[in-house]
């Protein structure tokens, strides 16, 4: 097979596929809002089209792609794993690479103060991080509850959907995992009269919320850990999506000088080539699932200790650490909130801005103005989730940056750009952004056209 060929000759040809074989709902979704491109090449921060446009990736692969598209050291450590024709996957052998991976991201934790988090499990992805560290908490415990945030998302396997609090992915799939609860963010009455009861295994929260990007102003998640500590409840965080440099720390709980028991990772740890997912915690917890010869394997992963996915693992961790990428997210976090922040001062649209490193989110509320109330009442009539795709779609039509909408029926953008980004990429985004805000201004205009087309074609899909 000559699979270079075969790319060549059938590129273009993806919406179609996809279409006939795969999800033909999400290919009708990409067509409406524009985002239909055939892709052929990707660097860095950018995409290029088959017609050589490039576009500015501020989506990122939800987070994926932290160190950038195809870096080149993480290309190169899988292909020098390749050349080597290592033994890959015996399951009944202790794999070099794997024990590699879990040794540096202990020393990673130890760095930060967190010696106590000193065994890992290595597995493929952020859901079966979650799925594996419900299992050890309830099995460390004898506990069979999971507190979670309202609000949260922690993944669409069922015990991961079961403990995420967002009724928008829970719609025709019940009934979820017993023992699930989800509290108000802030409400520590709530917090603990839930734990009083003692039979609350973990309380599990993402420290930023993917959806929506909303995280405590206050002591919160300190007051919260107080009160796990007191009723014997382990604080399982779920960093995911936050870990590995995406907030301006290593960690997200960082902000909040937190001590975990439990923390799960993935997307970054990928390096965007392997999917790889790990579950750190405390050797006392990890013995307590496998507390015996005969259940030396009660919890496994046929992939999880793969050989490429743990190289990817250790390329990621030295990329972030030599380029100082961290501190990269940091300082541009800082530079687009205040950026965003002076958009806010000559755009009535703009409601709150909230950034935590380079975990970006926009809210857009009912303006003031005449003209623009109509416009906003208008295209909420329409639907209660168009607002925010206006945004994105502009954004991507117009200026050619992906971007996305942050949650179901909420009027926020989202933006998790590669933490690779500089000013060139900070001043591209903001001076777009203010070009399709101004263009708001002109109602009726373009803009607000492309919501009436919007709503004219999922009409017309519907119908089909």
Known sequence: MDIKKIIESRMGENYSLHHQFINRTLVQVQRIIGFDKVYTKAKGAYLYDKEGNKYLDFLGGFGVFAIGRNNPEIKKAIIDVLDMDLPNMVQMDSALLSGLLAEALVKKFSERGLPHLNAVFICNSGTEAIEG???????ATNRPRILSLINSFHGLSMGSLSVSGNPYFH?????FLPGCEHIAMGDLNGLEHELKKGDVAAFLFEPVQGKGVYFPKDDYFIEAQKLCRKYGTLLLCDEVQTGLGRTGKWFAFEHWHLEPDIVTLAKALSGGYVPCGAIITRREIYQKVFNRLDRCIVHSSTFGRNNLACACGLATLSILEENQLIENAKNCGEKIETALIGLQKKHEWIKEVRVKGLMIAIEFGEPKSLTG?????????????????????ALMAEHRILSQVAANNQDIVKCLPPLIIGDEEINYFISSLDAVLAELKKFPGPLWNLGTNFMKAMKSQKEN
């Open 133 to 139: 560290a419900i299992k050890f908490a309830r099995a």
């Open 171 to 175: 719609e025709g799939f019940g009934p």
């Open 373 to 393: 109330k109509m416009a906003w009442k208008t295209i909420h009539a329409m639907d209660k989730g168009l607002f925010p795709q206006l945004i994105v779609s």
